[in-house]
């Protein structure tokens, strides 16, 4: 079994709790410190599998309490509530799999949390300012756009595209406003399907074989979905700004289901024809940078309610 070190089984309580926090002091630098939190649920997850879950989970509570009293002296508490729903996710995962969920409650339970936690942020956000949440998320929009634009102020552009660029803030902000819920959604599945992925290999190497993460190239979306994308898709074309906020939203968080079963077939297709893993990440590089590929990719998992992709790949598998 690979030793993992400091992760490795029977770590003494205060290495966990240094582990943790670390993690949690870490993921407040700015900039740098977003990797550390994105990172955060797979490092909780790591531990919890392969530590006392519930020794990981102290040791995590003490930290996030360490870590509060700190921030409480500097009069900047709130980011304890992303570290602390970042943490839940891992812990979530850990439970998850051990209580051998499918992989559907292994990445949705971990979500919600993280969910839970933005929605939180902006309502109690927007209390402290006397604005509406949604005020709230314009406001923080707006302020990152605005900082888009000073950083291209600084590239050798032509003083026309700068100009034009700040005369179209207001659509900018009302774009992303605009679609902001489902970048929520689409950001928390994300980072909680690569923590669960990575998650997964590293566990692999320590030798820990978990039967739901396994079959993770397996994975379909619900068939009912297929109900939410249609009906978002053609709420798209109503005039009714309301509807069609609805249904830009349920449109694109399905298509983002549907480029994760694309990806899971793509998966697939890697370990039945035993791609080499540089080839593997050279193409998922390619299929993250290039938006046709994207759509390509959603596009299979799509259609393969009906077609079924992986059935072929076993045939091929088979007459080999």
């Given at each position: 079994?690979?030793?993992?070190?400091?992760?490795?089984?029977a770590?003494?309580?205060?290495?966990?709790?240094l582990i943790?926090?670390?993690f949690?002091?870490?993921?407040?630098?700015?900039?740098?410190?977003?990797?550390?939190?994105?990172?955060?649920?797979?490092?909780?997850?790591l531990?919890?599998?392969?530590?006392?879950?519930?020794?990981?989970?102290?040791?995590?509570?003490s930290?996030l309490?360490?870590?509060?009293?700190?921030?409480?002296f500097?009069?900047?508490?709130?980011?304890?509530?992303?570290?602390?729903?970042?943490?839940?996710?891992?812990?979530?995962?850990?439970?998850?799999?051990?209580?051998?969920y499918?992989?559907?409650?292994?990445?949705?339970?971990?979500?919600?949390a993280?969910?839970?936690a933005?929605?939180?942020?902006?309502?109690?956000?927007?209390?402290?300012?006397?604005?509406?949440?949604?005020?709230?998320?314009?406001?923080?929009?707006?302020?990152?756009?605005?900082?888009?634009?000073?950083?291209?102020?600084?590239?050798p552009?032509g003083?026309?595209?700068?100009?034009?660029?700040k005369?179209?803030k207001?659509?900018?902000?009302?774009l992303?406003?605009?679609?902001?819920?489902?970048?929520?959604?689409?950001?928390?599945l994300?980072?909680?399907?690569?923590n669960?992925i990575i998650?997964?290999?590293?566990?692999?190497?320590?030798?820990?074989?978990?039967?739901?993460?396994?079959?993770?190239?397996e994975?379909k979306?619900?068939n009912?979905?297929?109900?939410f994308?249609?009906?978002?898709?053609?709420?798209?074309f109503?005039?009714?700004?309301?509807?069609?906020?609805?249904?830009?939203?349920i449109?694109?968080?399905a298509?983002?289901?549907?480029?994760?079963?694309?990806?899971?077939?793509?998966s697939?297709?890697?370990?039945?024809?035993?791609?080499?893993?540089?080839?593997?990440?050279?193409?998922?590089?390619?299929?993250?940078?290039?938006?046709?590929l994207?759509i390509a990719?959603?596009?299979v998992g799509?259609?393969?309610?009906?077609?079924?992709?992986?059935?072929?790949?076993?045939?091929?598998?088979?007459?080999?």
């Amino acid at each position: 079994m690979t030793n993992f070190n400091a992760f490795s089984t029977a770590s003494p309580f205060i290495r966990l709790l240094l582990i943790i926090t670390f993690f949690l002091a870490a993921s407040l630098i700015p900039f740098v410190g977003l990797l550390f939190l994105a990172v955060l649920p797979l490092v909780v997850f790591l531990l919890g599998m392969l530590n006392d879950p519930m020794k990981t989970l102290i040791a995590l509570l003490s930290g996030l309490c360490i870590t509060l009293v700190i921030l409480s002296f500097m009069h900047a508490a709130l980011p304890v509530i992303t570290l602390a729903a970042m943490g839940l996710a891992g812990v979530l995962m850990t439970r998850a799999t051990v209580k051998n969920y499918s992989i559907n409650s292994i990445i949705l339970l971990p979500s919600f949390a993280i969910l839970a936690a933005i929605a939180f942020y902006f309502i109690y956000g927007g209390f402290e300012l006397s604005i509406s949440p949604w005020q709230l998320v314009e406001k923080h929009i707006a302020e990152a756009v605005d900082m888009n634009i000073k950083l291209y102020s600084q590239l050798p552009l032509g003083p026309e595209e700068i100009k034009s660029l700040k005369e179209s803030k207001p659509e900018i902000v009302q774009l992303f406003s605009g679609i902001f819920p489902a970048l929520c959604v689409i950001a928390a599945l994300f980072t909680i399907w690569i923590n669960v992925i990575i998650g997964n290999r590293l566990l692999s190497k320590a030798g820990i074989t978990a039967s739901a993460l396994s079959a993770m190239s397996e994975w379909k979306a619900p068939n009912w979905l297929v109900w939410f994308f249609i009906a978002g898709g053609g709420l798209c074309f109503i005039p009714q700004i309301y509807i069609r906020f609805f249904g830009i939203n349920i449109f694109l968080i399905a298509s983002f289901v549907y480029l994760l079963q694309g990806l899971a077939i793509v998966s697939f297709f890697f370990q039945n024809k035993n791609i080499s893993m540089f080839f593997r990440w050279l193409i998922y590089f390619l299929i993250a940078i290039q938006q046709i590929l994207m759509i390509a990719i959603a596009a299979v998992g799509f259609f393969d309610i009906w077609i079924d992709f992986r059935k072929y790949f076993r045939k091929d598998q088979a007459t080999n």
